[in-house]
């Protein structure tokens, strides 16, 4: 009897220890920051002294092949100021620059908790305002060659069309997946024409429509940012050659009304996140 | 009117075929006398089930004559602005006559066949906003499988990975499969069409059709007031223009009698903020940090 009471105690005590254990893990986990949407800071007129620096206390938790883009301006613009990111293993990357202007998308190598950093590097103080802003557990890359907007997101219409810069139409051209993910549809409909969707790692999903044909890839099949969707084109319910593309946080595959469908109320403006695209 | 051109076309086409058939003593025509006359004709070639396909032959004796005469209400504005109404599927609700499951043909279906070939049956139709009121004059699975001869053996092994599928949104039914393959349009219509659409036998009526026809053809084609006003509530959903919105409201409610009011649920007026980022605090700090200098690539 005695031994049998000490078994039950060791076995009360192996699980309050493992209860312990999970709780004491899941506040640790709870308080990392990993984000599911973009994370964007902004800086205004913000006054750095000579030769300090300052580090933000938002905390960004990055994987390798993340994109964090730095944009900002500070004057006088003919001073050394670098913008970077403290990164885990405590080494601060940084972009200098001696122009004024940082535009910078600088491309994560280590998981963990990073966050933004400046230094002013000249002997006079400055003043810099600009944002930050990164996607996250997910990564994007600007669709190929397609560096111009016809339209962009607003509030009647919830994604970009993208056009060739020079003759305002790109049929044909390669779609490239802006994102690593799974294709979870890939389709014909009516109204979407020819059309793929990629839900990512990180929760967003991303859909390209009006492809001119069968798209490249199929249900169920991993994607990189390098594997190529499909065909710019002009499918469905259309009005000329051109890429829709839009990102919902909601796992959304079609569009309609409501929670569950690709509309207003359920995605981004993926603007932010190509800086590269333009209607210029 | 196309669409009842469209018809009355393949009807004089199949009574055609069927006359040449008969004429070459072929024994594989369908006594016309033996058909419904007031269903389209399906015949199912009799074949080992996995090889079997959709063999569908328009009766000559199809009345469409409630179809011949409808018109569509020039009264109507357009019912979305044009930013809405072009380059996504935002009102693939108000155009689509059936559900995500008939309505999308995946790219497991469509590589089945010639890809050109594909591309221009596809382009052979009109676009979706011209209101298509039957499963055949539109693409989704059915019309695909039935312009292609895909046996039920060969949509089965392409959609493998859809059937039964855990991930909703894509899943399809093996029973789904086999009403589609049953080649019953009446059937199929009933079993995919779209919440928001109304149908009456092997016809589907959607939002689009709704508001583009007249009440005369309402009532002509057996759309009753209680149908109307049951899905009144699911209309409000969608993004019309104000003016749309107050037209297709008086419209039906002169229809059923009742204030039908399409409160706009569904606004693009939102509250949602997109430009909003938060203003960040920086801590000013000295520390020596070992410095990497990125190299633009």
Known sequence: ?280 | MRASIKKFVISITALTTLLTLAACGNSQNTPVEEQSKSSNSEVITEMPEEQKTINTEKSPSIDNSAEISSSLDNQMPPPFDENTDSGSDANSGFYQPCNRILDNVPTELLRLRDENEVNDWIKSFSSIANAPDSIDEYVNIYSFVTRFDITKKEAETALAYYIDSDDKMISISSEQLDIIFSGDIKAITQSFASEYSIVIGEFVYCPNWIYTHSVDDYKRLGITAEAIEVRADLYADFYFTDEARTAFSDKLSDYTGKDVKLNNKASFVSTKDTTAIKEDSLIVDDEPYSEIEDIEE
């Open chain 1, 1 to 280: 009897m005695h031994f049998k009471s000490k078994k039950i105690l060791r076995y009360i005590t192996i699980m309050l220890s493992f209860v312990i254990f999970v709780s004491s893990y899941g506040i640790s986990a709870s308080a990392v920051v990993t984000c599911d949407i973009p994370i964007s800071r902004s800086i205004s007129s913000q006054t750095l002294g000579a030769g300090s620096s300052s580090t933000s206390s938002t905390e960004l938790y990055l994987y390798p092949g993340d994109i964090v883009y730095l944009n900002f301006s500070y004057s006088p613009a003919s001073l050394s100021v670098s913008f970077g990111l403290l990164t885990p293993s405590g080494t601060f990357r940084t972009k200098t620059q001696s122009t004024g202007i940082c535009k910078y998308a600088m491309t994560i190598n280590e998981e963990g908790i990073h966050k933004f950093r400046m230094k002013n590097n000249s002997s006079s103080s400055i003043t810099v305002s600009g944002t930050y802003s990164t996607g996250c557990s997910y990564s994007f890359r600007s669709p190929y060659l397609a560096k111009k907007l016809s339209r962009g997101y607003s509030s009647t219409h919830y994604g970009l069309d993208i056009i060739e810069p020079t003759t305002g139409a790109i049929a044909g051209y390669p779609i490239y997946s802006v994102s690593n993910g799974t294709v979870k549809v890939s389709t014909y409909s009516s109204s979407a024409g020819y059309y793929v969707v990629v839900v990512g790692n990180g929760g967003y999903t991303t859909r390209y429509l009006h492809m001119n044909t069968t798209p490249s890839v199929t249900v169920n099949q991993s994607v990189t940012y390098n594997s190529m969707l499909g065909y710019v084109g002009n499918s469905g319910d259309s009005g000329g050659y051109h890429l829709h593309l839009d990102i919902n946080t909601v796992g959304a595959y079609y569009g309609g009304s409501g929670s569950g469908y690709v509309n207003y109320d359920t995605t981004i403006d993926p603007e932010p996140l190509f800086p590269q695209i333009s209607f210029t």
